[in-house]
Structures are given as C-alpha cells and as structure tokens.
Nanobody, 123 residues
Framework: QVQLVESGGGLVQAGGSLRVSCAASGRTFSSYAMGWFRQAPGKEREFVAG????????YYADSVKGRFTISRDNAKNTVYLQMNSLKPEDTAVYYC????????????????WGQGTQVTVSS
C-alpha cells in the first residue's frame, strides 16, 4: 500500500516558477514509477510527466517538455515537479500517482493517487 500527499501548489504569475512535491508512505517507494497528472476545470485528467522507479528515465507530455522537470529522492520518499515558464493554461489540480516499476501515460495504469494540489497561473 502506498499513500501519496501532494504539496506546494499555489498562485503564480505567468512566466514564473513553482515546485510541487509528492510525499509517499511505504518502504517500497523506490520500486514504483511515479507520474504527475493534471486536471483543469471541465477537462479530463491528463498525463504531465513520469519518472522510472530508479529515476534513470523520465517522460514528458509535449505541452510541458522543456519547461517542467520531474525528479525523485528515494531516500526521502518524495517526487518533485519543477515547473518553469508557467502559462495560464497550466492552471489545474496536479496529482501524483504511483505504479510498479515503469512509467505509463494512461491514468488506469496507476494504482495509487494523491488528493491533488491546486496550481493557478495568472496572466
């Protein structure tokens, strides 16, 4: 069982930066691939970024490539999403999710979810 708690969301101006974190419980965190998803009002939840269990491989949605960076610290059971050059269209609730071993882009591939953290980018 893995429990996930996101933090670090907030209000930022367009062009600014924000880092959201996801703290995981459980001794086997290092065996899980982690993903960040987001859901804007009236839209479906979408994949943003993923990182392999070892941290050696990452994958990004085209919409955030070059602006967002996912990383993890297995010693702290935490995964991060550094968001730079933020745009109003990045406004959403950001969720972290966990699944065994490898990255996936589909929501249904993930077994555990956090409660989400709101990120709002003003123009």
């Amino acid at each position: 069982q893995v429990q996930l708690v996101e933090s670090g969301g907030g209000l930022v101006q367009a062009g600014g930066s924000l880092r959201v974190s996801c703290a995981a419980s459980g001794r086997t965190f290092s065996s899980y691939a982690m993903g960040w998803f987001r859901q804007a009002p009236g839209k479906e939840r979408e994949f943003v970024a993923g990182i392999r269990w070892s941290g050696g491989r990452t994958y990004y949605a085209d919409s955030v490539k070059g602006r967002f960076t996912i990383s993890r610290d297995n010693a702290k059971n935490t995964v991060y999403l550094q968001m730079n050059s933020l745009k109003p269209e990045d406004t959403a609730v950001y969720y972290c999710a966990a699944r065994k071993m490898e990255i996936a882009v589909e929501l249904l591939e993930y077994d555990y979810w956090g409660q989400g953290t709101q990120v709002t980018v003003s123009s």
